[in-house]
């Protein structure tokens, strides 16, 4: 009698995995962070923004500034909520940028 293998669910890396991960700049922790709240960080942004595509951009800019402070994102006591700071910080200063260029290009048009 043949006796089937189950396979058990993957456990997901927990906060304290990734950011040790990140603490050594171990490129598969981009990986985990990206699987565990890039969809939820999305959805985030999105909301804020209004425009899934200015949210994307949005999200792109975020994992670039996880890349370049992995060290200092490592120290960070609750991991998703600095994640969704950043991305709370980055949305708004697109939509200041925005609102800038909006400004300009109006006093722009009047002159």
């Not at 043949?2 to 171990?26: C, H, M, V, Y």
């Not at 985990?32 to 951009?57: H, K, N, P, V």
């Not at 992995?70 to 925005?98: C, D, G, P, Q, S």
């Amino acid at each position: 009698m043949q006796t089937a293998e189950i396979e058990l669910p993957k456990k997901s890396p927990n906060e304290k995995d990734i950011r040790t991960s990140l603490a050594t700049g171990d490129a598969s922790s981009f990986d985990l962070i990206w699987e565990q709240f890039a969809t939820d960080l999305l959805g985030f942004i999105t909301a804020i923004m209004c425009s899934r595509s200015d949210a994307e951009d949005c999200l792109q800019e975020v994992f670039i500034l996880i890349a370049r402070k992995h060290t200092k994102i490592a120290r960070a006591k609750n991991l998703k909520a600095y994640l969704f700071k950043m991305a709370r910080n980055v949305a708004l200063n697109h939509l200041k940028k925005e609102r800038r260029r909006q400004t300009r290009d109006q006093a722009a048009a009047t002159d």
